[in-house]
């Protein structure tokens, strides 16, 4: 265990604290390299604490524009943790890497795991962006990721559905029209449509 891992084991409680989770990671990206950044992710995902692992998404999100292992990690090993808490950090880490490198500019990396087999990576793209209209590039293009998001309303996982939908819903509030447009387009004759289609419409009158 490195010095920096048995640091985060005496700092870190036994409760959930994503506050300190999220304040130490951005702390040792700003005071570290970048492959430091790499290498320790990769050593704290291995451990046994899941907030410590926790750290170590967040320090490969922060990495993967200079190291595209720590993606392509991100990716296929921790979309497979078995914690939900970890999931929603995987959103965090996606994010950080599209800000980092520009929205539009990971236009290609949001759509390819948009379209992945596996319903945490869709996931974290479609919460980890949340709320999108307020992301630069979205902001200014709502449309597109209104497009981005309505592409995966037949989600085969409720759990890529749901947040989904939300998403959806929460671009509603600045674009409502626009949201109304797309729905007023759908074929609800499927349930899991439906179930994307009242979770988007709630606030559209």
Aim: hydrophobic share 40%; charged share 25%.
């Amino acid at each position: 265990m490195s010095d920096y891992a048995r640091y985060l084991a005496a700092l870190i409680p036994e409760k959930d604290s994503l506050k300190l989770v999220k304040t130490e990671a951005k702390q040792y990206y700003e005071t570290h390299s970048l492959q430091e950044c790499y290498i320790m992710g990769l050593q704290l995902y291995q451990a046994e604490n899941f907030q410590i692992q926790e750290v170590g998404v967040l320090l490969l999100g922060y990495a993967a524009h200079a190291h595209e292992d720590a993606l392509i990690f991100l990716r296929d090993t921790v979309s497979q943790h078995d914690s939900w808490k970890v999931q929603e950090v995987l959103a965090m880490a996606f994010d950080q890497h599209c800000k980092i490198i520009g929205y539009e500019t990971a236009l290609p990396l949001i759509k390819a795991w948009l379209t992945s087999d596996r319903a945490t990576v869709r996931r974290a793209v479609s919460e980890g962006l949340r709320v999108w209209t307020s992301r630069p590039y979205f902001k200014e293009n709502p449309q597109i990721a209104i497009n981005l998001l309505a592409a995966n309303k037949n989600d085969d996982s409720e759990y890529a559905r749901k947040s989904i939908g939300n998403a959806l819903k929460d671009i509603s509030k600045k674009h409502a029209e626009l949201i109304a447009q797309e729905l007023a387009s759908w074929d609800l004759s499927t349930k899991e449509i439906r179930q994307v289609y009242q979770l988007a419409s709630k606030f559209i009158r």
